[in-house]
């Protein structure tokens, strides 16, 4: 905060003991302007969350004699001018390496292509690029933002790329919604990428946005939201059932969210060896004897829920080993978890506000899993998709498959040691340096 007081120091004194009062912790205090008139002070102090930070601001307004001028966040000074950028791989110092870099040699490789094109990927960016493509219509936590509010969050998503796997990573937001135009977008712009990662699309829109690009593009296609949540998903159930000396073939799972994120899990799940699934949407359990079910929630009913089990989320859950969470804030009862099975495993993955709070579930469940980075066991897509496109860009894949998506599950789970894994453990950090790699050696060998 930028203060404007009266010129008397003892003012700033009462600057910092009026934040921490309402809760706020003072790191700086600097006087960057003094005359007889007044004084110019720059506060730097930490808040819980914005609405604390105004908090703070009015307590600072509130000492007599200061007058808050302006208020900077460090998160939006942070994304100034965005968050990416391009640089060179060669330099260009001198009228050779122009020559080379551009005209008349780049003529010279451009001919060598035009023969050759399945030489593009080794001579080009290609071989190291993938295409962020997103229409904001379901941006995490934030719904349908549109193309451009959702620019920042594709721009992490490529400074991720580059962090993690040092993968040259484009944010291409479409100013459409319209599938068919989506579709013949990503066509169009899709001789320049080695990989496409569909983000933040809402379904069912994106189920055949995917579908379409895979059968038309020889490049992989792959949706996040879809298939990175489902891939970490069966890696912490893999080590949770682990702990709870539990096996995939003989739990019951209930998986709260028919979207994209729950059909993608359950998909996975199934290809694992899970046999007894039920998804529970809006209008309850989804049974194949449901005849008002229509479109993906009829197909996703016709291959789980065997027991043909119906009702809403608490009636299910009764006797249930695993609750998988991808839908909506505060919808499972802590106390319900005592009516699952012995030694119950909840993943609660619903961002920013979880299905139950992770604290609450504790108490009656042997394993606690979240979206969430202030708890333990944060399921987090980041420790799929880089190495997920590290493999797939270094074997030249054309094509995502299961068994990919099972190995990288795999090899994420097996990252942590059998003397590491306990209920608090059961998923990698997002920066284990291993995870990366290992994921891409599991798509390289598939």
């Known amino acids: 905060m930028r203060l ?22 003072v790191t700086a205090i600097d006087v ?34 200061v007058e808050v001028h302006k208020v900077s966040d460090r998160t939006f000074l942070l994304h100034i001018g965005g ?9 260009l110092r001198n009228r ?131 298939h990175g949540t489902a891939i970490v998903v069966l890696a912490a159930l893999t080590n949770a059932l682990r702990v709870v000396r539990k096996s995939l073939d003989s739990v019951r799972v209930v998986v709260s969210g028919g979207g994209a994120a729950g059909t993608a899990i359950v998909t996975l799940l199934l290809a694992a060896g899970v046999t007894d699934v039920v998804v529970v949407d809006r209008a309850g359990a989804l049974s194949a004897d449901d005849d008002t079910l229509e479109g993906a929630h009829r197909e996703l009913a016709a291959v789980t829920n065997p027991r043909r089990a119906r009702g809403d989320l608490h009636s299910v859950l009764v006797g249930a080993d695993v609750f998988i969470g991808v839908s909506a804030p505060r919808i499972l009862d802590p106390e319900w978890i005592q009516e699952m099975a012995d030694d119950a495993v909840v993943f609660a993955l619903a ?28 399921i987090n897509n980041v420790l799929a998709f880089p190495g997920v496109f590290r493999g797939l860009l270094d074997a030249r894949a054309s094509e995502v498959t299961i068994e990919m ?19 608090s453990f059961i998923i990698p950090s997002v920066f284990h340096p291993d995870v990366p790699k290992a994921v891409a050696a599991a798509i390289r060998g598939a």
């Open 83 to 91: 968050k990416i950028e391009v640089s060179s791989k060669v330099p």
């Open 405 to 423: 998506l099972l190995r990288a599950a795999d090899a994420i789970a097996h990252v942590v040691h059998d003397d590491e894994l306990n209920p």
């Open 351 to 378: 961002n920013p506000d979880p299905e139950v709070d992770p604290a609450a579930a504790d108490k009656y469940a042997a394993v606690v899993a979240s979206g969430r980075s202030d708890y333990p066991n944060q």
């Open 96 to 226: 050779d390496d122009l020559s080379m870099a551009y005209t008349p040699g780049v003529g010279r490789v451009s001919l060598a292509l035009a023969q050759n094109p399945d030489d593009v990927s080794r001579l080009t960016v290609k071989g190291n690029s993938v295409a962020v493509v997103t229409d904001g219509s379901a941006v995490l936590g934030l719904g349908n933002i549109g193309p451009g509010a959702a620019l920042p969050v594709m721009e992490g998503k490529a400074a991720l790329f580059k962090r993690f796997a040092d993968i040259d990573a484009w944010p291409i937001c479409l100013a459409s919604q319209d599938t068919d135009e989506i579709v013949r977008a990503v066509e169009m712009i899709a001789p320049g990428f080695g990989g496409i990662n569909l983000e933040d699309i809402a379904a069912p829109r994106c189920f055949e946005i995917e579908q379409r690009l895979r059968e038309s593009l020889d490049i992989p296609v792959f949706h996040d939201d879809q």
């Open 4 to 25: 404007h007081t009266a010129p008397d120091h003892g003012v700033v004194g009462a600057v910092a003991t009026a934040v921490s009062q309402a809760g706020g912790i």
């Open 32 to 65: 960057a302007e003094s005359s007889h008139e007044r004084l110019v002070v720059d506060v730097t102090c930490s808040a819980s969350d914005a609405e604390h930070a105004a908090d703070l601001e009015r307590a600072a307004d509130g000492v007599e004699g």
